[in-house]
């Protein structure tokens, strides 16, 4: 049997319709007397990671069984992300930039502001792009396919590669993917969103982890009930980092940690 220590916080349930139920439109909510195993099934975690997770808190579990990680991003060293088409990189990206710049412009010039490389020669992908950065202190340039780093100035900046959206079950895409990272000499980083198939998600993060991604991205968790997709994605061993709670570029982007993961599954909607 699958237990967890009474030292867990409750869950906050805010509905009485039960888990065969169906509420709001026929959209069938969690009941209000779970247990977390339960919780956690209904968030389309696997009952092999539920079990490695028990025997302690839930905040303890997911330390055991995910690695959280401070965002490897240093001054002069391009990152690239990279994700899913429709993952929320973009936006995920200017939430890095934005932060960055204002770090720039709290530093007296100790740090310039930041270098956003466009590597997505998609049609609009640009326009998309410089419109989300709008307002945003930094530079934007095109590297459609990659640059070489000799070739920009990097010193005392953070630099951000967006790369295309893909498909990792294509194995053009994810070479061309490769192929635009090593020409930037970036290191890598992974955008999941939460609400996705749990299984697809750990088929994206193990490609991810088999190309040398470094880290991971938890984005979209203000629009999704169920967040399951982010924790079987970081158990494949890519460090988990941010998570984003907001459209705005300017809010809801926090470092992750086992406590604030595991407050998040364990409000329920409703």
């Not at 909510?29 to 339960?38: D, G, Q, T, V």
């Not at 590669?161 to 053009?172: A, E, Q, R």
Request: proline share 6%; aromatic share 6%.
């Amino acid at each position: 049997m699958t237990s967890f220590s009474s030292t867990q916080t409750s869950p906050q349930h805010h509905t009485a319709t039960g888990a065969s139920g169906m509420a709001g439109g026929d959209v069938a909510l969690p009941a209000n007397a779970l247990s977390i195993p339960e919780i956690l099934a209904w968030h389309s975690i696997p009952q092999e990671l539920i079990n490695a997770m028990a025997g302690s808190s839930l905040a303890a579990g997911l330390e055991r069984v995910i690695n959280f990680s401070p965002f490897p991003l240093r001054l002069g060293v391009p990152m690239a992300l990279g994700g899913a088409s429709g993952s929320g990189k973009s936006l995920t990206l200017a939430k890095l930039a934005a932060r960055y710049a204002r770090q720039a412009r709290q530093s007296g010039g100790r740090i310039r502001r930041p270098l956003v490389l466009a590597c997505d020669s998609t049609p609009g992908s640009y326009i998309k792009l410089a419109s989300i950065l709008r307002g945003c202190d930094i530079d934007l340039m095109k590297a459609y396919g990659g640059i070489n780093p000799r070739f920009i100035d990097s010193y005392n900046r953070i630099i951000l590669v967006d790369l295309p959206g893909l498909c990792v079950y294509s194995p053009k895409a994810m070479s061309e993917m490769k192929d635009v990272v090593a020409r930037t000499e970036a290191s890598l980083s992974l955008v999941i969103p939460a609400g996705m198939d749990p299984e697809e998600s750990t088929d994206i993060a193990a490609a991810f982890h088999q190309c040398g991604a470094k880290s991971m991205i938890a984005s979209r968790m203000e629009q999704s009930g169920r967040i399951g997709s982010i924790i079987t994605a970081a158990a494949c061993g890519l460090p988990l980092t941010y998570g984003s709670y907001s459209g705005s570029i300017n809010e809801g982007f926090t470092q992750l940690t086992p406590t604030i993961l595991a407050r998040r599954l364990l409000v329920l909607p409703g």
